[in-house]
């Protein structure tokens, strides 16, 4: 079983877009939910990194580049399932939100990081990645770090870990994915 969104039908969104967009006189970098990003695509529109390249911090001054809602007409949450996950992936890409800050995930070079990974950051999600495939045994998602971090901006996550045991908890929030017309 193999499966995720057609490479053809990606777009490289621009992380840094919602960054510097989103409420820039009072957000500070205190971070917002993957489902205010797919509300803000869906209602504005989003830029292309190509235009608004990934820098890491927030400038707090919106660009004034060309933005497209890329057809999205709504978003919605899916099940917290590995099975609906990857019903969910096999018809685009799947926002989740994951412990970003455990060393796991923050010092990632490669491989494929393995169900209960250890934690040694308590507690919450604190980090949106977009799922984009998976095989018989991961996970395939992207980061918002840029090339140089992980597998050239991109991570493997076990699958068929246990809810609560997954890698890096991230069966702990709700997957969002947009609905194209």
């Known amino acids: 079983e193999e499966g995720g969104a057609p490479v053809s039908d990606t ?3 621009a992380e840094q877009d919602f960054l510097d967009c989103w409420n820039p006189s009072t957000d500070e970098c205190n971070g917002a939910l993957p489902s205010w990003y797919i509300d803000r695509a869906v209602c504005q529109g989003v830029a292309s990194e190509q235009d608004v390249p ?3 911090r927030d400038k707090n001054a919106c660009p ?3 933005r497209d809602t890329l057809g999205l007409k709504s978003w919605f ?3 917290l399932t590995e099975k609906a996950l990857k019903q969910a992936v096999s018809k685009g890409p799947v926002s989740i939100a994951i412990r970003g800050s ?3 995930f923050a010092l990632y070079q490669g491989g494929v990081i ?3 990974a250890p934690a040694d950051v ?3 999600v604190d980090h949106a990645v977009t799922v984009i495939g998976w095989d018989a045994t991961t996970f395939i998602a992207k980061n918002s770090w840029g090339t140089n971090w992980g597998e050239s901006g991109f991570f493997r996550l076990a699958s068929g870990c246990a809810q609560g045991a997954s890698a890096l908890n991230m069966l702990t929030d709700g997957y969002n994915v ?3 017309t």
């Open 77 to 79: 949450k899916v099940p």
């Open 114 to 116: 393995p169900c209960g």
């Open 122 to 124: 308590k507690g919450f």
């Open 54 to 56: 990934y820098v890491a």
């Open 64 to 66: 004034a580049v060309a």
């Open 102 to 104: 455990d060393h796991a």
């Open 178 to 180: 947009a609905v194209r």
């Open 11 to 13: 777009v490289d969104l």
